[in-house]
């Protein structure tokens, strides 16, 4: 047994999660009265990501700021940039995709009683601030990621004049916190293998077929952004083939983001693959975590393709300009979109008052959304979340660059 699990660790992450996948169809067709015994490694699985990351996110913050030397070069600004145009372009390719392609639903009950969507704006903003100064207790037991990258970095700074015996103690915590992370992830391919079982079992695929051109106009766009919007931002920065670069970080990242349907869970995934490129840790142990925030392409491409599906079925006539500014509200919406399965389906209503839908009609559109979500939201995380450690590597490749040094993709 001890040699059969030495040589299954030698397989690669993502061979053995593929071979998950490959396991959960089977047994999916096969045994689906199985369901109960399976599905408890998914969701055993994503519940030790979503334990682990507040913790983990709280001590390296802590510690690469308490760490950190005046002078010390951390490219968080150009990282932030990055997200920021990011998700701006996604907006508006979704815009212009739902010009080209309209798409109109066919609207009825709503079936989303018990969620609140924010009314406008200011609130999604409001809300923002006041997840910054909330309890640190609080913040880590409900996955308040702005509070707590908040409080990590008040904490780092103030301890940036502690004893070094402090300063150690922080970075022992930091790295057994670290090493149980790593335990988690070897465990992908079992978690994803219920995840896959679930997912076939409990929804199926025949849900979405009325909804197929809608889905392709989703999926399309982030696609497109993915492959083609992303790689152009990429090479501009690093002025080398952005492709293996791109494509590693949908391998090694997207593929559990797709199945995990949470930036906030997968945040020990791309902090380990960040580590694997061998990025600066002082930068990926802020970016990564501020990125399962506020760098959200696949969110805005939901919010402006649903929203604009809505104003086709009423009928409301919108020229380009108005679209644009959709694509801006829905960047800056996105932002505020939370980091778990359906979050940013909650901020449709928002956008949809641009237009004076009414929120019932609203949320009938977000009740399309849940229902598209078996692919919608596992793509969007994907798009997400593979982009957080996309951009982290690119701000750094770019910097070294400039310096003159050799960049290997």
Known sequence: MKNLLHKWNQISLVTRIIIGIIVGVVLALTVPEGAKLVTIFGALFVGALKAVAPVLVLFLVMYAIAQHRNGQQTNMKPIIGLYLIGTFLAGLVAVIASFIFPVTLQLKESGVEGFEPPGELSEVLEKLLFNI???PINALMNANYIGILAWAIVLGIALRHAPDTTKNMIGNFSDAISTIVRWVINLAPLGIMGLVFEALVTNGLSALLDYGKLLVVLLGCMFFIALVVNPIIVFINIRKNPYPLVLQCLRESGITAFFTRS???NIPVNMN?????DL???TYSV????GATINMAGAAVTISVLTLAAVNTLGIE??????LILSIVAAISACGASGVAGGSLLLIPLACSLFGIPNDVAMQVVAVGFIIGVLQDSCETALNSSSDVLFTATAE?????????EISL
């Open 133 to 135: 100064v909330d309890n």
């Open 263 to 265: 930036s906030a869970a």
């Open 273 to 277: 693959l960040c580590k694997k490129l």
């Open 280 to 282: 600066d840790k002082d």
């Open 287 to 290: 970016s990564i975590p501020l």
């Open 318 to 323: 919108v020229d380009f300009g108005t679209a």
């Open 397 to 405: 490749y770019r910097r070294k660059r400039k310096e003159g040094k």
